[in-house]
């Protein structure tokens, strides 16, 4: 599963059960980001352990954190996923929002390099 553009580059590795993100995702609402999204579900499915790198991701607009969110809520309440986001620390839009998204799912592990 992949989704590829000149701004940005999303593809799951089923062997790692990790899902990566690359580039400047900035699309126009949520409706936009339902591709995204159900890239994401999908890579779910396959394994109770899962990791979104988003190490590469530049920039990520306030309708992608809101995507991410729901996502995360998804993944709380099916109650049987290990959920860990990996992070850069040198990019700011990442400190301050994944975060945020620790506190709708307390278990989720942040890994930041």
Do not use: C
Not at 72 to 86: D, F, S
């Amino acid at each position: 599963m992949e989704i590829k553009t000149d701004d940005y580059y999303i593809w799951h590795d089923p062997e790692t059960s990790t899902v990566f993100f690359r580039g400047f995702l900035r699309l126009a609402g949520m409706e936009e980001y339902k591709p995204v999204m159900d890239l994401l579900l999908g890579a779910i499915e396959q394994s109770p352990n899962f990791t979104i790198n988003l190490r590469e991701l530049q920039f990520l607009n306030s309708s992608g954190i809101s995507m991410l969110s729901m996502f995360v809520i998804k993944v709380r309440e099916k109650g049987n996923v290990n959920l860990a986001l990996q992070g850069s620390e040198k990019i700011l839009w990442q400190t301050k929002s994944l975060k945020n998204l620790q506190r709708l799912m307390p278990a989720l592990k942040l890994e930041f390099a």
